[in-house]
């Protein structure tokens, strides 16, 4: 979850993908309905979203946002995990207690399928350009969003591209899109992915659930981050992605056209 820092003579029969093409992107704020949710993990739920007039959604790219208001509470941004084909927006919404993230407690509390919230246009620029470089991609808890968002557009349009995942959370229990993250990792033959876990569960275990007991560490994937021409993505909160621009900086220099980073604002 993100702040607002924010052949002739043939019929022919137009995709998903063709018809959101087309689509108009609104301005501002757009009513939509929530079609589905589910829990997704221990303190994440997913909701699908559509336009409550029934117009086509609009494509978008991997890795971009939309807002998200209802009642008195804050807008807050959301990354669309899903793709344009779907016909629906898919967010994950992080669950938070006490005064912290009240719009995300109200969904998760209290929303139900049937639904009307408000919903601005995709925007951001935490999206991935048209080169071939390597991408190493580092998130923390609720950051994962993004990068799943991320690599699926890399296992449609370049599978062969040269991919590192690193990703921190709790354990098995608050690790969203897990299966979506091993199925697209699977399906990029150049790609290598390691899972940090701070507070395993007792059956769970390095080597088999997870790779590193402990905190984001990137000294301890010297190889991975000195990646000739490598593109950083960087997706968590702010003092956790500080840490990381310092640690990639102290192993080599890494200009900072090269890192691109998303902080999520639990606040608010």
């Known amino acids: 979850m993100f702040g607002l820092h924010f052949g002739r003579g043939e019929a022919h029969v137009e995709s998903a993908s063709d018809v959101a093409k087309k689509a108009v992107v609104w301005t501002g704020w757009k009513n939509f309905k929530v079609l589905n949710r589910t829990k997704e993990c221990e303190d994440v739920e997913c909701f699908h979203l559509v336009p409550e007039d ?7 790219k991997a890795g971009q946002s939309v807002g998200v208001r209802t009642g008195t509470f804050a807008p807050r941004a959301f990354t669309l995990c899903g793709t344009p084909d779907e016909g629906f927006y898919r967010l994950f919404v992080k669950q938070f207690s006490g005064d912290t993230g009240l719009l995300a407690q109200h969904l998760c509390e209290s929303v139900r399928v049937g639904d009307v919230i408000e919903v601005s246009e995709p925007a951001g620029a935490f999206t991935l350009d048209d080169s071939e470089a390597p991408l190493v991609m580092i998130a923390e808890g609720i950051g994962i969003t993004s ?7 890399v296992a449609t349009k370049s599978p062969l591209r040269r991919v590192h995942v690193v990703y921190a959370t ?3 229990d608050h690790f969203p899109l897990r299966a979506d993250l091993l199925r697209l990792m699977k399906g990029l ?5 390691a ?17 590193v007991h402990g ?7 010297r190889g991975v981050c000195r990646e000739h021409e490598a593109e ?16 990639l900086h102290a192993m080599r220099s890494v200009p900072e056209t090269k890192i691109h980073e998303q902080i999520f604002v639990a606040k608010r």
């Open 215 to 221: 905190g984001l560490d990137i000294s301890l994937l």
């Open 170 to 172: 709790k354990n098995g």
């Open 189 to 193: 033959p150049n790609s290598g992915l």
């Open 147 to 153: 990068i799943v968002s991320l690599l699926n557009e």
């Open 232 to 247: 950083f993505y960087l997706c968590g909160s702010a003092k956790s992605m500080a840490e990381v621009r310092t640690a």
């Open 195 to 211: 899972v940090f876990y701070s507070d395993p569960k007792p059956d769970e275990h390095a080597g088999r659930d997870f790779d």
């Open 54 to 60: 029934g117009a086509p959604l609009p494509d978008f």
